[in-house]
């Protein structure tokens, strides 16, 4: 009964992170979107689709595991729509279980010829789910399944051109909580980003990009994420990445086609939980879909 104890502990708990620190990629640079309502993709007639799925800390029995599908639509030269869904899950026996919708509105002023400012405002629902049907001791008072469903709304401002980004955003603007009759099992808390990058042309066919992610919370330790990709002959993207005293990242990302991206990254864990599990895997597949055969317009791809 008390290790039955612990682990719930241990699920509750991690729901609370989840709640106070959202599911964490590694590969979020092809989906900015999921930090700033304002990114855009910015290449009007292109409709990009994509899907991730990450399972985080392989070898702890009920780690997280992730799912993200995304797309950016363009509405016209200034207006880009992106939709996001994550489906989250944490827990075995009880799991919690996490689904986010979100729709972001990106609105884009021209600053200079080249230099663009949009802005961005985010919609959508979060639900959350506590299960325990699967622990022996279902039934008890104290674990009682439950589901709760909130409002959600952000905000932010992405400057960019063709070289460089940089971007601030709050992505949940609404704090919520939700209780059980005897305890506070889920606090949702306000997240502010900073987002930068800077792409530096070495040829025609090597481009490198050092970028950075600085992420803030309310009674967590300030997150930072410093990272280099490179991109070669159009066609191949190397990176590696490190987030202050917690892990480092390679990543690998394949152009099958001008159109067509998979990726993959692995995420080798510095802190304590190192013993426990042997790193975390991610995979996405992005797609481009040209819906006005813009011919040659896009067929080097924007670096960000």
């Not at 509750?12 to 709640?19: E, M, N, P, Q």
Request: aromatic letters at 12%; charged letters at 15%; zero cysteines.
């Amino acid at each position: 009964m008390k290790t039955i104890y612990i682990f719930i502990a241990f699920v509750l708990g991690s729901s609370s992170v989840i709640a106070q620190q959202t599911p964490h990629y590694s590969q979020y640079m092809y989906n900015m979107g999921i930090v700033n309502p304002a990114y855009m993709i910015n290449e009007p007639g292109v409709v990009q689709i994509g899907n991730l799925f990450r399972k985080q800390w392989v070898g702890i029995e009920g780690a997280p595991r992730t799912v993200n599908i995304f797309s950016n639509i363009p509405l016209t030269d200034k207006m880009e729509i992106g939709v996001n869904f994550v489906n989250d899950r944490i827990g075995s026996q009880a799991t919690v279980t996490q689904n986010i919708f979100d729709i972001n509105f990106a609105y884009k002023v021209k600053l200079t010829e080249k230099t663009n400012l949009s802005f961005g405002l985010k919609t959508g629902l979060d639900n959350i789910a506590l299960d325990f049907t699967k622990m022996e001791n279902y039934g008890d008072p104290m674990f009682q399944n439950m589901s709760h469903t909130m409002l959600n709304i952000g905000t932010g401002v992405f400057l960019f051109k063709k070289r460089y980004y940089a971007g601030f955003s709050i992505p949940n603007l609404i704090p919520n909580d939700l209780n059980s009759s005897t305890s506070h099992l889920y606090q949702s808390k306000s997240h502010l980003y900073f987002i930068s990058g800077y792409v530096f042309e070495i040829s025609d066919k090597l481009k490198l990009k050092p970028s950075v992610i600085v992420k803030e919370v309310s009674g967590a330790p300030l997150s930072m994420e410093a990272l280099v990709n490179m991109l070669i002959n159009n066609k191949v993207e190397l990176g590696v990445s490190s987030r202050y005293e917690d892990s480092i990242t390679g990543i690998v990302n394949f152009y099958i086609t001008p159109d067509l991206r998979i990726g993959y990254a692995y995420e080798y864990t510095l802190s304590r939980l190192q013993q426990f599990n042997s790193g975390s895997h991610e995979l996405i597949l992005i797609y481009r879909l040209n819906t006005v055969k813009l011919s040659n317009s896009y067929t080097s791809p924007r670096f960000y």
